[in-house]
């Protein structure tokens, strides 16, 4: 089985800046992709950004906000900066093509979430 852990959510002040993480747990080989995705109030779940060797970024944090990933940790973070008001939402961690088990077998989840984590930001 896989998890995702999240965490560095809370309340920010507008312009400010935050750190979330997301560490993957079990007995885990390989990733392709992990990433974040958020859900505002009343607004369906959008991408934010993902890494597979490469950071994508939707236009919306383009500029403000890094991902990067310790693959030796199963991590990921994303740094946003310049916050808004805006960025109010549940952000949610997302893992794509995860390979667990043993050297005897290896099964692959085409894609787990985590629970989410609440990033507020003031006005």
């Known amino acids: 089985q896989v998890q995702l852990v999240e965490s560095g959510g809370g309340l920010a002040q507008a312009g400010g800046s935050l750190r979330l993480s997301c560490t993957a747990s079990?007995?885990?080989?390989?990733?392709?992709?992990m990433g974040w995705y958020r859900q505002a109030a009343g607004k369906e779940r959008e991408f934010v950004a993902t890494h597979d060797g490469t950071a994508h970024y939707a236009e919306s944090v383009t500029g403000r906000s890094t991902i990067s990933r310790d693959n030796a940790k199963n991590t990921v973070y994303l740094q946003m900066s310049n916050l808004k008001p805006d960025d109010t939402a549940i952000y949610y961690c997302?893992?794509?093509?995860?390979?667990?088990?043993?050297?005897?077998?290896?099964?692959?989840?085409?894609?787990?979430w985590g629970q989410g984590t609440l990033v507020t930001v003031a006005s």
């Open positions: 997302n893992a794509k093509g995860v390979a667990v088990g043993t050297i005897f077998k290896i099964d692959t989840y085409r894609e787990v």
């Open positions: 079990g007995s885990i080989f390989s990733i392709t992709a």
